[in-house]
Protein backbone atom coordinates (compact mmCIF):
# COMPACT_ATOMS: atom_id res chain seq x y z
CA UNK A 1 0.00 0.00 0.00
CA UNK A 2 2.26 2.88 0.95
CA UNK A 3 6.19 3.29 0.31
CA UNK A 4 8.86 3.43 2.62
CA UNK A 5 8.40 6.34 4.64
CA UNK A 6 10.82 7.76 7.20
CA UNK A 7 9.71 7.78 11.05
CA UNK A 8 7.59 10.61 12.21
CA UNK A 9 8.21 12.63 15.55
CA UNK A 10 6.29 10.34 17.38
CA UNK A 11 7.68 6.79 16.65
CA UNK A 12 10.91 8.40 17.09
CA UNK A 13 10.20 9.23 20.36
CA UNK A 14 8.90 5.49 21.07
CA UNK A 15 12.24 4.33 19.12
CA UNK A 16 14.32 6.25 21.51
CA UNK A 17 12.36 5.17 24.72
CA UNK A 18 12.57 1.73 23.44
CA UNK A 19 16.46 2.06 22.58
CA UNK A 20 16.84 3.23 26.55
CA UNK A 21 14.45 0.53 27.87
CA UNK A 22 12.21 2.80 29.17
CA UNK A 23 8.64 1.54 30.58
CA UNK A 24 10.08 -1.98 30.50
CA UNK A 25 9.90 -1.63 26.72
CA UNK A 26 6.57 -1.50 26.87
CA UNK A 27 4.37 0.64 24.58
CA UNK A 28 0.66 1.51 25.58
CA UNK A 29 -1.50 3.71 24.06
CA UNK A 30 -5.22 5.37 24.26
CA UNK A 31 -7.42 6.04 22.03
CA UNK A 32 -9.64 8.78 24.55
CA UNK A 33 -13.03 9.46 23.07
CA UNK A 34 -15.39 11.58 24.52
CA UNK A 35 -18.88 9.62 23.81
CA UNK A 36 -20.80 13.12 22.90
CA UNK A 37 -20.91 12.61 19.59
CA UNK A 38 -19.98 10.45 16.07
CA UNK A 39 -16.42 10.02 15.03
CA UNK A 40 -15.35 11.85 12.29
CA UNK A 41 -12.19 12.03 10.16
CA UNK A 42 -10.17 13.72 12.41
CA UNK A 43 -10.42 11.30 14.79
CA UNK A 44 -9.71 8.74 12.23
CA UNK A 45 -6.31 10.54 12.25
CA UNK A 46 -6.08 9.78 16.22
CA UNK A 47 -6.98 6.37 15.89
CA UNK A 48 -4.19 5.39 13.09
CA UNK A 49 -2.07 7.15 14.84
CA UNK A 50 -2.79 5.49 18.34
CA UNK A 51 -3.39 1.90 17.23
CA UNK A 52 -0.79 2.37 14.64
CA UNK A 53 1.96 3.13 16.47
CA UNK A 54 0.76 0.35 19.11
CA UNK A 55 0.91 -2.33 16.43
CA UNK A 56 4.18 -1.34 15.11
CA UNK A 57 5.93 -2.03 18.29
CA UNK A 58 4.16 -4.45 19.37
CA UNK A 59 2.29 -2.79 22.10
CA UNK A 60 -1.24 -2.12 22.92
CA UNK A 61 -3.76 0.11 22.63
CA UNK A 62 -6.96 0.82 25.22
CA UNK A 63 -10.37 2.16 23.74
CA UNK A 64 -11.12 5.20 27.01
CA UNK A 65 -14.00 6.67 27.34
CA UNK A 66 -13.48 10.31 28.35
CA UNK A 67 -17.07 10.51 30.03
CA UNK A 68 -16.57 13.16 32.83
CA UNK A 69 -19.42 15.26 31.19
CA UNK A 70 -22.26 13.53 32.08
CA UNK A 71 -24.80 15.72 30.27
CA UNK A 72 -23.66 15.61 26.83
CA UNK A 73 -22.94 12.44 26.86
CA UNK A 74 -25.16 8.90 25.50
CA UNK A 75 -24.51 5.34 25.09
CA UNK A 76 -25.78 5.45 21.28
CA UNK A 77 -22.55 7.40 21.25
CA UNK A 78 -20.34 4.47 22.58
CA UNK A 79 -21.61 2.04 20.79
CA UNK A 80 -21.43 4.01 17.48
CA UNK A 81 -17.67 4.60 18.65
CA UNK A 82 -16.95 1.08 18.81
CA UNK A 83 -18.09 0.28 15.76
CA UNK A 84 -16.33 2.94 14.11
CA UNK A 85 -13.17 1.90 15.47
CA UNK A 86 -13.66 -1.68 14.65
CA UNK A 87 -14.66 -0.83 11.32
CA UNK A 88 -11.37 1.24 10.73
CA UNK A 89 -9.55 -2.08 11.68
CA UNK A 90 -8.39 -1.62 15.05
CA UNK A 91 -9.20 -3.33 18.17
CA UNK A 92 -8.71 -2.44 21.46
CA UNK A 93 -6.33 -3.95 24.43
CA UNK A 94 -9.06 -2.92 27.03
CA UNK A 95 -12.06 -1.10 26.61
CA UNK A 96 -12.38 1.57 29.65
CA UNK A 97 -14.34 4.33 31.16
CA UNK A 98 -13.23 7.51 32.74
CA UNK A 99 -16.16 6.85 34.99
CA UNK A 100 -14.60 3.65 36.31
CA UNK A 101 -12.05 5.60 38.05
CA UNK A 102 -13.88 8.14 39.54
CA UNK A 103 -13.55 6.29 43.46
CA UNK A 104 -9.82 6.84 42.19
CA UNK A 105 -9.98 9.88 41.10
CA UNK A 106 -11.77 11.00 44.58
CA UNK A 107 -9.36 9.43 46.53
CA UNK A 108 -6.75 10.99 44.62
CA UNK A 109 -8.19 14.61 45.21
CA UNK A 110 -8.07 13.86 49.25
CA UNK A 111 -4.35 13.27 49.07
CA UNK A 112 -4.19 16.48 47.45
CA UNK A 113 -6.31 18.14 49.89
CA UNK A 114 -4.51 16.61 53.15
CA UNK A 115 -1.03 17.62 50.90
CA UNK A 116 -2.49 21.04 51.18
CA UNK A 117 -2.24 20.91 47.24
CA UNK A 118 -5.94 21.39 46.56
CA UNK A 119 -9.12 23.86 48.41
CA UNK A 120 -12.68 24.23 47.96
CA UNK A 121 -13.57 27.46 46.48
CA UNK A 122 -16.85 29.15 47.05
CA UNK A 123 -16.69 31.79 44.50
CA UNK A 124 -18.88 32.25 41.55
CA UNK A 125 -17.12 30.99 37.67
CA UNK A 126 -17.00 34.90 36.94
CA UNK A 127 -15.34 35.44 40.12
CA UNK A 128 -12.69 32.92 39.81
CA UNK A 129 -12.22 34.35 35.90
CA UNK A 130 -12.02 37.78 37.24
CA UNK A 131 -9.49 36.59 40.11
CA UNK A 132 -7.01 34.44 37.59
CA UNK A 133 -5.70 37.78 36.34
CA UNK A 134 -4.42 38.04 32.51
CA UNK A 135 -1.21 36.59 31.07
CA UNK A 136 0.53 40.05 31.53
CA UNK A 137 -1.30 40.11 35.46
CA UNK A 138 -0.94 37.46 38.16
CA UNK A 139 -3.87 36.31 39.74
CA UNK A 140 -4.76 37.10 43.19
CA UNK A 141 -5.97 34.84 45.99
CA UNK A 142 -9.01 34.80 47.48
CA UNK A 143 -9.93 34.13 51.19
CA UNK A 144 -10.76 30.59 50.26
CA UNK A 145 -7.14 29.78 49.17
CA UNK A 146 -6.15 29.57 52.74
CA UNK A 147 -8.43 27.39 54.02
CA UNK A 148 -7.26 24.30 56.54
CA UNK A 149 -6.84 20.63 55.20
CA UNK A 150 -9.80 19.91 57.66
CA UNK A 151 -12.45 22.13 56.29
CA UNK A 152 -11.44 21.26 52.93
CA UNK A 153 -12.03 18.12 53.57
CA UNK A 154 -15.44 18.48 55.15
CA UNK A 155 -16.58 20.43 52.38
CA UNK A 156 -15.23 18.24 49.97
CA UNK A 157 -17.00 15.19 51.27
CA UNK A 158 -19.92 18.07 51.71
CA UNK A 159 -20.15 18.12 48.13
CA UNK A 160 -19.74 14.28 47.32
CA UNK A 161 -23.08 13.91 49.46
CA UNK A 162 -24.75 16.26 47.68
CA UNK A 163 -25.06 19.36 50.26
CA UNK A 164 -24.83 21.95 47.77
CA UNK A 165 -25.95 22.95 44.30
CA UNK A 166 -24.71 23.08 41.00
CA UNK A 167 -22.17 26.01 40.95
CA UNK A 168 -22.18 26.26 44.87
CA UNK A 169 -18.31 25.55 45.16
CA UNK A 170 -15.55 23.59 42.87
CA UNK A 171 -12.39 21.86 44.31
CA UNK A 172 -9.42 24.03 42.71
CA UNK A 173 -5.70 22.91 42.55
CA UNK A 174 -3.24 24.97 44.62
CA UNK A 175 -0.83 25.40 41.69
CA UNK A 176 0.41 28.99 40.83
CA UNK A 177 -1.37 32.30 40.73
CA UNK A 178 1.27 34.35 39.21
CA UNK A 179 2.13 31.42 36.60
CA UNK A 180 2.28 32.84 33.26
CA UNK A 181 1.00 29.58 32.32
CA UNK A 182 -2.95 30.54 32.94
CA UNK A 183 -3.99 26.58 33.22
CA UNK A 184 -1.65 26.62 36.40
CA UNK A 185 -3.53 29.25 38.22
CA UNK A 186 -5.03 27.35 40.42
CA UNK A 187 -7.16 24.80 38.01
CA UNK A 188 -10.75 23.68 38.93
CA UNK A 189 -10.42 19.34 39.58
CA UNK A 190 -13.94 19.34 40.25
CA UNK A 191 -17.28 20.88 39.92
CA UNK A 192 -21.12 20.17 40.94
CA UNK A 193 -23.40 18.68 38.73
CA UNK A 194 -26.71 17.21 39.69
CA UNK A 195 -26.81 15.48 36.61
CA UNK A 196 -27.74 11.31 35.85
CA UNK A 197 -24.66 9.69 34.13
CA UNK A 198 -25.16 7.21 31.76
CA UNK A 199 -23.06 4.87 33.37
CA UNK A 200 -22.67 5.78 37.45
CA UNK A 201 -26.64 6.94 37.39
CA UNK A 202 -27.07 9.22 40.49
CA UNK A 203 -24.16 8.34 42.00
CA UNK A 204 -22.06 11.13 42.18
CA UNK A 205 -22.91 14.94 41.81
CA UNK A 206 -19.32 15.81 41.28
CA UNK A 207 -17.44 15.53 38.56
CA UNK A 208 -13.85 15.64 37.65
CA UNK A 209 -12.55 18.45 35.34
CA UNK A 210 -10.91 16.71 32.04
CA UNK A 211 -7.36 18.36 33.21
CA UNK A 212 -7.84 16.09 36.67
CA UNK A 213 -9.05 12.76 34.98
CA UNK A 214 -7.30 12.78 31.63
CA UNK A 215 -3.86 12.51 33.20
CA UNK A 216 -5.13 10.71 36.19
CA UNK A 217 -6.45 7.76 34.50
CA UNK A 218 -3.67 7.38 31.74
CA UNK A 219 -1.32 7.14 35.21
CA UNK A 220 -4.04 4.67 36.40
CA UNK A 221 -3.85 2.51 32.81
CA UNK A 222 0.12 2.94 32.73
CA UNK A 223 0.12 5.05 29.60
CA UNK A 224 3.18 5.39 27.93
CA UNK A 225 2.43 7.59 25.01
CA UNK A 226 -0.46 10.05 25.56
CA UNK A 227 -1.26 11.20 22.42
CA UNK A 228 -3.08 14.53 21.83
CA UNK A 229 -3.79 17.45 19.75
CA UNK A 230 -1.66 20.51 19.80
CA UNK A 231 -4.20 22.41 21.85
CA UNK A 232 -3.24 20.28 24.89
CA UNK A 233 0.45 21.83 24.57
CA UNK A 234 -0.35 24.68 27.47
CA UNK A 235 -2.36 21.39 29.42
CA UNK A 236 0.99 19.69 29.68
CA UNK A 237 3.04 21.34 32.57
CA UNK A 238 -0.83 20.60 34.71
CA UNK A 239 -0.64 16.98 33.65
CA UNK A 240 3.11 16.32 34.60
CA UNK A 241 2.00 18.74 38.40
CA UNK A 242 -0.91 16.44 39.07
CA UNK A 243 1.76 13.33 38.13
CA UNK A 244 4.05 14.41 40.39
CA UNK A 245 2.51 15.38 43.55
CA UNK A 246 0.42 12.27 43.22
CA UNK A 247 3.80 10.36 42.64
CA UNK A 248 1.74 7.70 40.44
CA UNK A 249 2.71 6.21 36.78
CA UNK A 250 4.75 8.90 34.94
CA UNK A 251 2.43 8.49 31.63
CA UNK A 252 3.76 11.42 29.13
CA UNK A 253 2.08 13.72 26.93
CA UNK A 254 2.89 14.24 22.85
CA UNK A 255 1.36 16.63 20.94
CA UNK A 256 0.22 16.35 17.16
CA UNK A 257 -1.49 18.81 14.88
CA UNK A 258 -4.56 18.21 14.46
CA UNK A 259 -6.02 17.15 10.80
CA UNK A 260 -8.33 19.88 9.10
CA UNK A 261 -10.02 18.96 6.19
CA UNK A 262 -11.11 21.90 3.89
CA UNK A 263 -14.92 22.39 2.51
CA UNK A 264 -16.49 20.66 5.99
CA UNK A 265 -16.34 21.12 9.60
CA UNK A 266 -15.29 19.11 12.12
CA UNK A 267 -16.32 19.38 15.77
CA UNK A 268 -18.69 17.46 17.12
CA UNK A 269 -20.65 20.31 18.18
CA UNK A 270 -21.07 21.54 14.81
CA UNK A 271 -21.80 18.40 13.54
CA UNK A 272 -24.43 17.72 16.25
CA UNK A 273 -26.04 21.49 14.91
CA UNK A 274 -26.33 20.26 11.60
CA UNK A 275 -28.16 17.09 13.10
CA UNK A 276 -30.19 18.62 15.52
CA UNK A 277 -31.22 21.05 12.91
CA UNK A 278 -31.86 18.83 10.14
CA UNK A 279 -29.06 20.47 7.68
CA UNK A 280 -28.50 16.75 7.13
CA UNK A 281 -29.99 13.20 7.49
CA UNK A 282 -28.54 11.95 10.82
CA UNK A 283 -24.75 11.37 11.94
CA UNK A 284 -24.04 9.13 9.09
CA UNK A 285 -25.52 11.28 6.11
CA UNK A 286 -23.53 10.69 3.26
CA UNK A 287 -22.21 14.31 3.13
CA UNK A 288 -21.31 14.12 6.54
CA UNK A 289 -17.37 13.97 8.17
CA UNK A 290 -18.40 11.08 9.96
CA UNK A 291 -16.82 7.55 10.08
CA UNK A 292 -20.70 6.76 9.59
CA UNK A 293 -21.10 8.89 6.78
CA UNK A 294 -18.31 8.39 4.97
CA UNK A 295 -19.14 4.49 5.34
CA UNK A 296 -22.55 5.11 3.95
CA UNK A 297 -20.91 6.98 1.25
CA UNK A 298 -18.98 4.10 0.25
CA UNK A 299 -15.08 4.70 1.48
CA UNK A 300 -13.99 1.40 2.45
CA UNK A 301 -11.32 1.63 5.78
CA UNK A 302 -8.26 0.85 3.58
CA UNK A 303 -8.75 3.70 1.77
CA UNK A 304 -8.82 5.75 5.02
CA UNK A 305 -6.14 4.65 7.05
CA UNK A 306 -4.12 5.22 3.58
CA UNK A 307 -5.32 8.70 3.76
CA UNK A 308 -3.89 9.24 7.36
CA UNK A 309 -0.94 7.51 6.16
CA UNK A 310 -0.17 10.51 3.44
CA UNK A 311 -1.24 12.94 5.39
CA UNK A 312 1.89 12.06 7.88
CA UNK A 313 2.17 13.37 11.79
CA UNK A 314 2.93 17.20 11.80
CA UNK A 315 3.89 19.39 14.69
CA UNK A 316 2.02 22.11 13.15
CA UNK A 317 -1.83 22.61 12.06
CA UNK A 318 -2.56 23.09 8.04
CA UNK A 319 -5.63 22.79 6.12
CA UNK A 320 -5.93 19.36 4.35
CA UNK A 321 -7.45 19.18 0.65
CA UNK A 322 -10.24 16.96 0.56
CA UNK A 323 -9.30 16.00 -2.90
CA UNK A 324 -6.57 13.85 -1.26
CA UNK A 325 -9.45 11.85 0.55
CA UNK A 326 -11.01 11.08 -2.73
CA UNK A 327 -7.93 10.66 -4.46
CA UNK A 328 -7.29 7.93 -1.75
CA UNK A 329 -10.39 6.20 -2.24
CA UNK A 330 -10.43 5.96 -6.09
CA UNK A 331 -7.29 4.21 -6.03
CA UNK A 332 -8.87 1.59 -3.85
CA UNK A 333 -12.07 1.52 -5.64
CA UNK A 334 -9.94 0.92 -8.85
CA UNK A 335 -8.87 -2.27 -7.71
CA UNK A 336 -11.61 -3.67 -6.51
CA UNK A 337 -15.04 -1.95 -7.60
CA UNK A 338 -17.04 -4.11 -10.42
CA UNK A 339 -17.83 -2.11 -13.59
CA UNK A 340 -21.42 -1.98 -14.45
CA UNK A 341 -23.86 0.52 -16.65
CA UNK A 342 -26.11 2.77 -15.89
CA UNK A 343 -27.65 6.01 -17.25
CA UNK A 344 -28.26 8.45 -15.27
CA UNK A 345 -29.77 11.19 -17.56
CA UNK A 346 -30.99 8.83 -20.31
CA UNK A 347 -32.76 9.55 -23.72
CA UNK A 348 -33.66 6.79 -26.17
CA UNK A 349 -31.75 5.46 -29.00
CA UNK A 350 -33.18 2.64 -31.57
CA UNK A 351 -31.22 0.66 -34.03
CA UNK A 352 -33.29 1.16 -37.22
CA UNK A 353 -31.65 -2.03 -38.82
CA UNK A 354 -31.90 -4.10 -35.46
CA UNK A 355 -34.67 -6.78 -36.32
CA UNK A 356 -37.80 -5.62 -34.11
CA UNK A 357 -38.20 -8.32 -31.12
CA UNK A 358 -34.77 -9.80 -31.35
CA UNK A 359 -32.19 -9.60 -27.87
CA UNK A 360 -28.98 -10.86 -27.75
CA UNK A 361 -26.37 -11.09 -24.75
CA UNK A 362 -23.22 -9.41 -24.63
CA UNK A 363 -20.45 -9.94 -22.27
CA UNK A 364 -18.13 -7.33 -20.28
CA UNK A 365 -15.62 -7.88 -17.44
CA UNK A 366 -16.31 -6.95 -13.95
CA UNK A 367 -12.93 -5.54 -13.52
CA UNK A 368 -10.78 -4.67 -16.34
CA UNK A 369 -8.17 -3.41 -13.47
CA UNK A 370 -7.33 -7.38 -12.30
CA UNK A 371 -6.15 -10.05 -14.41
CA UNK A 372 -8.60 -11.90 -16.59
CA UNK A 373 -11.41 -9.53 -15.64
CA UNK A 374 -11.95 -10.75 -12.11
CA UNK A 375 -14.79 -12.49 -14.34
CA UNK A 376 -17.75 -11.23 -16.26
CA UNK A 377 -21.78 -10.87 -16.58
CA UNK A 378 -24.13 -11.03 -19.29
CA UNK A 379 -25.79 -7.99 -20.77
CA UNK A 380 -28.69 -8.10 -22.52
CA UNK A 381 -28.81 -6.47 -26.03
CA UNK A 382 -31.85 -4.73 -27.82
CA UNK A 383 -32.90 -2.56 -30.30
CA UNK A 384 -33.61 0.21 -28.10
CA UNK A 385 -31.13 1.38 -25.74
CA UNK A 386 -31.27 4.19 -23.31
CA UNK A 387 -28.00 6.23 -23.56
CA UNK A 388 -27.07 9.14 -21.61
CA UNK A 389 -28.51 12.50 -23.03
CA UNK A 390 -25.04 14.18 -22.95
CA UNK A 391 -23.59 11.94 -25.12
CA UNK A 392 -25.31 12.76 -28.44
CA UNK A 393 -25.14 16.48 -29.81
CA UNK A 394 -26.85 18.02 -32.22
CA UNK A 395 -24.77 20.65 -33.15
CA UNK A 396 -20.87 18.99 -32.35
CA UNK A 397 -18.28 20.71 -31.65
CA UNK A 398 -14.65 19.67 -33.36
CA UNK A 399 -13.41 17.52 -30.72
CA UNK A 400 -16.96 15.82 -29.38
CA UNK A 401 -15.91 12.22 -29.91
CA UNK A 402 -19.40 10.83 -29.48
CA UNK A 403 -22.79 10.60 -31.44
CA UNK A 404 -23.70 12.97 -33.65
CA UNK A 405 -26.08 12.81 -36.82
CA UNK A 406 -23.54 11.22 -39.14
CA UNK A 407 -21.00 10.33 -36.26
CA UNK A 408 -19.90 6.89 -35.13
CA UNK A 409 -19.44 5.48 -31.52
CA UNK A 410 -18.78 2.16 -30.07
CA UNK A 411 -21.57 0.93 -27.41
CA UNK A 412 -19.24 -0.97 -24.95
CA UNK A 413 -19.25 -4.26 -25.43
CA UNK A 414 -21.61 -4.27 -28.56
CA UNK A 415 -21.71 -2.56 -31.56
CA UNK A 416 -20.45 0.21 -33.44
CA UNK A 417 -23.50 2.59 -34.47
CA UNK A 418 -23.76 5.46 -36.30
CA UNK A 419 -26.41 8.73 -35.72
CA UNK A 420 -29.13 8.99 -38.60
CA UNK A 421 -32.20 11.15 -37.12
CA UNK A 422 -33.24 12.35 -34.05
CA UNK A 423 -37.25 12.80 -32.68
CA UNK A 424 -37.95 16.25 -30.81
CA UNK A 425 -41.29 16.68 -28.70
CA UNK A 426 -43.28 20.03 -29.00
CA UNK A 427 -41.15 21.57 -26.74
CA UNK A 428 -37.85 21.14 -29.04
CA UNK A 429 -36.87 18.00 -26.35
CA UNK A 430 -34.95 15.31 -28.09
CA UNK A 431 -36.79 12.09 -27.22
CA UNK A 432 -35.48 9.49 -29.65
CA UNK A 433 -32.19 9.51 -31.50
CA UNK A 434 -32.34 6.87 -34.59
CA UNK A 435 -28.78 5.14 -35.63
CA UNK A 436 -28.09 2.00 -37.83
CA UNK A 437 -25.38 -0.59 -36.25
CA UNK A 438 -22.81 -2.26 -38.01
CA UNK A 439 -23.28 -6.06 -37.79
CA UNK A 440 -19.99 -7.06 -38.50
CA UNK A 441 -18.47 -4.58 -35.54
CA UNK A 442 -19.29 -6.87 -32.26
CA UNK A 443 -17.29 -6.37 -29.82
CA UNK A 444 -14.57 -9.36 -29.51
CA UNK A 445 -15.24 -10.82 -33.22
CA UNK A 446 -15.13 -7.26 -35.12
CA UNK A 447 -14.51 -7.69 -38.68
CA UNK A 448 -15.54 -4.37 -39.66
CA UNK A 449 -12.30 -2.73 -40.02
CA UNK A 450 -13.12 0.82 -38.73
CA UNK A 451 -11.71 2.28 -35.57
CA UNK A 452 -13.98 4.80 -33.56
CA UNK A 453 -12.51 7.25 -31.38
CA UNK A 454 -15.63 7.43 -28.68
CA UNK A 455 -17.42 4.46 -26.65
CA UNK A 456 -20.53 5.08 -24.79
CA UNK A 457 -22.21 3.53 -21.97
CA UNK A 458 -25.89 1.92 -22.74
CA UNK A 459 -28.65 -0.33 -21.32
CA UNK A 460 -31.13 -1.86 -23.10
CA UNK A 461 -34.78 -0.23 -22.70
CA UNK A 462 -36.35 -3.97 -22.09
CA UNK A 463 -34.30 -5.40 -19.82
CA UNK A 464 -33.30 -2.47 -18.16
CA UNK A 465 -33.90 -1.90 -14.07
CA UNK A 466 -34.31 1.40 -12.64
CA UNK A 467 -33.14 2.72 -9.08
CA UNK A 468 -32.98 5.81 -7.59
CA UNK A 469 -29.19 7.63 -7.13
CA UNK A 470 -27.85 10.29 -5.05
CA UNK A 471 -24.80 12.40 -6.05
CA UNK A 472 -22.90 14.27 -3.67
CA UNK A 473 -21.49 17.59 -3.54
CA UNK A 474 -19.18 19.32 -1.30
CA UNK A 475 -21.12 20.25 2.06
CA UNK A 476 -20.24 23.76 2.15
CA UNK A 477 -19.32 26.19 -0.39
CA UNK A 478 -16.36 27.60 1.46
CA UNK A 479 -13.27 26.36 2.14
CA UNK A 480 -13.10 26.82 5.93
CA UNK A 481 -16.51 27.79 6.91
CA UNK A 482 -15.67 27.24 10.84
CA UNK A 483 -13.66 30.94 10.18
CA UNK A 484 -16.18 32.86 7.81
CA UNK A 485 -17.57 35.91 9.37
CA UNK A 486 -21.09 35.00 10.80
CA UNK A 487 -22.75 31.10 11.60
CA UNK A 488 -20.84 28.46 9.97
CA UNK A 489 -24.36 26.95 8.81
CA UNK A 490 -24.57 29.95 6.71
CA UNK A 491 -22.31 28.50 3.88
CA UNK A 492 -24.10 25.41 3.48
CA UNK A 493 -24.28 24.44 -0.08
CA UNK A 494 -27.77 24.18 -0.79
CA UNK A 495 -26.96 21.83 -4.03
CA UNK A 496 -24.78 19.24 -1.73
CA UNK A 497 -27.64 16.50 -2.58
CA UNK A 498 -28.91 15.67 -5.82
CA UNK A 499 -31.30 12.47 -6.29
CA UNK A 500 -31.72 11.09 -9.22
CA UNK A 501 -35.44 9.30 -8.72
CA UNK A 502 -35.41 7.22 -12.30
CA UNK A 503 -32.01 5.85 -13.14
CA UNK A 504 -31.84 2.60 -15.77
CA UNK A 505 -28.73 -0.33 -15.16
CA UNK A 506 -27.84 -2.97 -16.60
CA UNK A 507 -30.31 -5.99 -14.90
CA UNK A 508 -27.14 -7.42 -13.24
CA UNK A 509 -27.11 -4.37 -10.58
CA UNK A 510 -30.00 -6.13 -9.21
CA UNK A 511 -27.09 -8.38 -7.65
CA UNK A 512 -25.01 -5.03 -5.62
CA UNK A 513 -25.16 -5.52 -2.55
CA UNK A 514 -24.48 -3.42 0.56
CA UNK A 515 -20.47 -2.41 1.08
CA UNK A 516 -19.60 -3.83 -2.36
CA UNK A 517 -18.86 -0.68 -4.37
CA UNK A 518 -19.61 -0.69 -7.72
CA UNK A 519 -18.03 1.76 -10.69
CA UNK A 520 -21.33 2.99 -12.86
CA UNK A 521 -18.70 2.98 -16.47
CA UNK A 522 -17.98 6.74 -16.97
CA UNK A 523 -19.95 7.98 -14.27
CA UNK A 524 -18.03 7.51 -10.73
CA UNK A 525 -18.16 4.96 -7.64
CA UNK A 526 -21.25 4.07 -6.41
CA UNK A 527 -22.59 2.21 -3.13
CA UNK A 528 -25.60 0.92 -2.50
CA UNK A 529 -27.67 3.05 0.59
CA UNK A 530 -28.64 1.73 3.68
CA UNK A 531 -32.11 2.28 2.56
CA UNK A 532 -32.04 0.38 -0.50
CA UNK A 533 -34.78 -2.46 -0.88
CA UNK A 534 -35.08 -4.88 -3.57
CA UNK A 535 -38.31 -3.08 -4.37
CA UNK A 536 -36.65 0.40 -4.48
CA UNK A 537 -32.88 0.22 -4.98
CA UNK A 538 -31.10 3.04 -3.97
CA UNK A 539 -27.31 4.16 -4.82
CA UNK A 540 -25.01 6.74 -3.30
CA UNK A 541 -22.28 8.29 -5.34
CA UNK A 542 -19.06 7.82 -3.37
CA UNK A 543 -16.40 9.71 -5.71
CA UNK A 544 -16.43 10.97 -9.55
CA UNK A 545 -13.94 9.05 -11.76
CA UNK A 546 -12.09 11.84 -12.11
CA UNK A 547 -8.78 13.09 -10.41
CA UNK A 548 -9.75 16.95 -9.45
CA UNK A 549 -6.04 16.45 -6.81
CA UNK A 550 -3.03 17.54 -8.37
CA UNK A 551 -0.07 15.38 -6.92
CA UNK A 552 2.52 17.20 -5.08
P1 LIG B 1 -14.26 17.72 18.63
O1 LIG B 1 -13.61 19.04 18.84
O2 LIG B 1 -14.47 17.35 17.22
O3 LIG B 1 -15.48 17.52 19.45
P2 LIG B 1 -12.67 16.44 20.51
O4 LIG B 1 -11.21 16.67 20.53
O5 LIG B 1 -13.47 17.12 21.54
O6 LIG B 1 -13.19 16.69 19.08
P3 LIG B 1 -12.59 13.86 21.62
O7 LIG B 1 -13.66 12.86 21.65
O8 LIG B 1 -12.20 14.51 22.88
O9 LIG B 1 -13.02 14.93 20.57
O10 LIG B 1 -11.31 13.30 20.86
C1 LIG B 1 -10.77 12.01 21.01
C2 LIG B 1 -9.37 12.03 20.48
O11 LIG B 1 -9.37 12.37 19.10
C3 LIG B 1 -8.53 13.08 21.17
O12 LIG B 1 -7.27 12.53 21.47
C4 LIG B 1 -8.42 14.18 20.18
O13 LIG B 1 -7.24 14.91 20.33
C5 LIG B 1 -8.49 13.43 18.86
N1 LIG B 1 -9.00 14.30 17.79
C6 LIG B 1 -10.17 14.98 17.77
N2 LIG B 1 -10.28 15.71 16.65
C7 LIG B 1 -9.15 15.49 15.93
C8 LIG B 1 -8.66 15.96 14.67
N3 LIG B 1 -9.35 16.82 13.93
N4 LIG B 1 -7.46 15.51 14.26
C9 LIG B 1 -6.76 14.64 14.99
N5 LIG B 1 -7.15 14.17 16.17
C10 LIG B 1 -8.33 14.58 16.66
MG1 LIG C 1 -13.20 16.93 23.60
Not at 73 to 101: R, T
Not at 240 to 255: A, D, G, H, T
Not at 302 to 323: L, P, Q, T, W, Y
Not at 398 to 408: H, V
Request: net charge negative; charged share 30%; aromatic share 10%.
Amino acid sequence: MSEERSLNFIEEIVEDDLATGKNGNRVLTRFPPEPNGYLHIGHAKSICLNFGLAKKYNGLTNLRFDDTNPVKEDVEYVDSIKEDVKWLGFDWANELYASDYFDQLYAFAVELIKAGLAYVDDSTAEEIAAQKGTPTEPGTPNQYRSRSVEENLQLFADMKDGKYPDGAKVLRAKVDLASPNMHLRDPLMYRIKHAHHHRTGDKWCIYPMYDFAHGQSDAIEEITHSICTLEFVPHRPLYEWFIEKLEIFPSKQYEFARLNLNYTVMSKRKLLQLVTEKFVDGWDDPRMPTISGLRRRGYTPASIREFCERIGVAKRENMIDVGLLEFCIREDLNKTAWRRMAVLDPVKLILDNYPEGETEVMHGENNPEVEGGDGGRDIPFGRELWIEREDFMENPPKKFFRLGIGMMVRLKNAYIIKGESIVKDADGNIIEIHCSYLPESKSGNDTSGINVKGTIHWVSVEHAKTAEVRLYDRLFQVEDPSNEDGDFKDYINPNSLQILPTVYMEPDLVNAELGKPVQFMRKGYFTVDKTSTADKLVFNRTVTLKDGWVKK
